[in-house]
């Protein structure tokens, strides 16, 4: 087998593997090879005797999907304990206390309904290193030519209910601890993983709790709800009078935020918040990390209470790679992913939601006033639609406009450009003190992309 490190993945992005369900990589037929293939990396990595941990979110084409993922575990010998709808972190946190060799949620995340993926985790509800989903990807190429179990070495499906309620009790414990539950909360589950557990969470706060989209169908997860349309939790928080908003996506990795006046808390709030607090539990280690998207204010607002704070490429995995190069307990992204270490192996929005309302307490915090304390450099992310994307990145103009634009940003501000890593789209992110001056050089960017498309078209 050839060496593979210098290999790129053509399955895996930022995520695990993501694509409309029933079309192309997640189909049932190449998702019961992906299952044997897991299994083979799993043995590769030294693992006998397998039991893996899958899950799922609330998509309609979930129980297909994971039907032919545990197919392929089963065919390949390993033993399957089925989760059922539970959120990724906790099948995390399931895989953390007992003795699993792996796990897998079966999820798209954000996207709409019609998509769904495949997030592997390892023994401790870590998510895999990209050396890790390249092997995967290796063991693809050779699964056929295993030899295949017979008879009593088949694989066998357990059920794994009960591992939800563990998870569910361990968040309640912690939510318990907090004493000003006094104010109103509006929480929108996003119909995804999180509905079925947002009531039991809040069951005994003080205060009126308004659910919204905790009822789903299969078809309605991230439907115009989650934390990609803020703009329906923002609304339903001011018409309730609720102090505080909660909105999850659909596997529940991530949480956002509004306050009374529908203002969106964003994660890199949260991190700021968070990050202070547990600074003076001496729990925060060596600093925050906090990826390149995160506003440069965070960092400016965090080094007056002399806290350090990291970058990274932008993905929760690479997050958490950062944090254990530095040494970090916290780390997150503005878009809601946040792993605390002391309490979680993977981003959890349930329990990132706890924090910060601990956090808030301890820190005596005024919600209403985070955002106007947060005063944020302007910031434009626009994303343009793309089929090739390492053809349009080293394209001379492009490149030519990329130096210029930073020459215009020294000292000012900065660009990022990003093809996305679960969607065929480039990222257009700029970020100034000039309003203006980020205006004009995203337009800059945004018009000479669009020229090299449609000449190319």
């Known amino acids: 087998m050839e060496n593979i490190s210098n290999k790129k993945r053509k399955y895996f992005g930022t995520d695990g593997i993501r694509d409309i369900a029933n079309n192309n990589n997640m189909t049932p037929e190449f998702v019961l090879k992906l299952g044997r293939a897991y299994v083979l990396f799993l043995n590769k990595k030294g693992h006998k005797c397998l039991n893996i941990a899958v899950g799922r979110d609330t998509r309609h084409s979930g129980p297909m999907i994971q039907s032919a993922l545990i197919a392929g575990m089963n065919s390949a010998g390993a033993n399957v304990t089925d989760l059922g709808v539970i959120p990724t972190p906790g099948?995390?946190?399931a895989l953390s206390k007992n003795n699993f060799s792996g796990g897998a949620i079966i999820s798209a995340s954000h996207n709409p309904a019609e998509y769904n993926g495949i997030k592997f985790l390892d023994s401790k509800g870590f998510k895999l290193t990209d050396m890790d989903e390249l092997l995967i990807e290796e063991m693809l190429e050779f699964e056929k030519e295993q030899e295949r179990p017979i008879g009593g070495e088949v694989g066998i499906i357990f059920r794994g209910g009960h591992f939800s309620e563990e998870y569910l009790s361990s968040l309640i414990l912690f939510l318990n601890t907090i004493k000003s539950q006094n104010f109103?909360?509006?929480?929108?589950?996003?119909?995804?993983?999180?509905?079925?557990?947002?009531?039991?969470l809040y069951k005994h706060w003080n205060d009126k709790v308004t659910f919204l989209a905790n009822t789903p169908d299969g078809l309605n997860i991230n439907n115009g709800v989650g934390v990609t349309h803020m703009n329906f939790l923002s609304a339903a928080t001011v018409k309730n009078f609720s102090k505080l908003g909660i909105a999850y996506d659909g596997d529940t990795d991530r949480v956002l935020m509004c306050d009374s006046k529908g203002r969106i808390i964003d994660g890199d709030i949260m991190l700021w918040v968070i990050a202070r607090w547990l600074a003076i539990k001496n729990e925060l280690g060596s600093g925050l990390v906090a990826t390149v998207m995160s506003n440069m204010v965070l960092e400016d607002l965090l080094a007056e209470?002399?806290?350090?704070?990291?970058?990274?490429?932008?993905?929760?995995?690479?997050?958490?790679?950062?944090?254990?190069?530095?040494?970090?307990?916290?780390?997150?992204?503005q878009s809601g992913h946040i792993i605390a270490l002391n309490y979680s192996n993977t981003g959890d929005g349930l329990s990132s939601g706890n924090l910060f309302l601990k956090a808030i307490e301890e820190l005596n915090e005024d919600i209403s006033t985070l955002v106007d304390r947060f005063d944020k450099y302007p910031q434009t992310l626009t994303n343009i639609k793309i089929s090739d994307k390492e053809k349009l990145m080293n394209h001379p103009i492009l490149k030519e406009t990329i130096v210029k634009a930073e020459k215009m940003l020294s000292g000012k501000g900065r660009m990022l450009l990003r093809p996305s890593g679960t969607e065929p789209l480039l990222r257009i992110f700029v970020e100034s003190r000039d309003a203006k001056l980020k205006e004009k050089i995203a337009t800059m960017l945004e018009n000479v992309i669009k020229n090299i498309l449609s000449e190319e078209s």
């Open 91 to 93: 099948a995390s946190y």
């Open 305 to 333: 209470e002399g806290i350090k704070v990291f970058r990274c490429g932008v993905g929760d995995r690479y997050v958490l790679d950062t944090m254990r190069k530095e040494k970090s307990m916290l780390g997150g992204e």
């Open 184 to 200: 109103a909360i509006t929480v929108d589950a996003a119909n995804g993983a999180a509905s079925t557990f947002v009531k039991p």
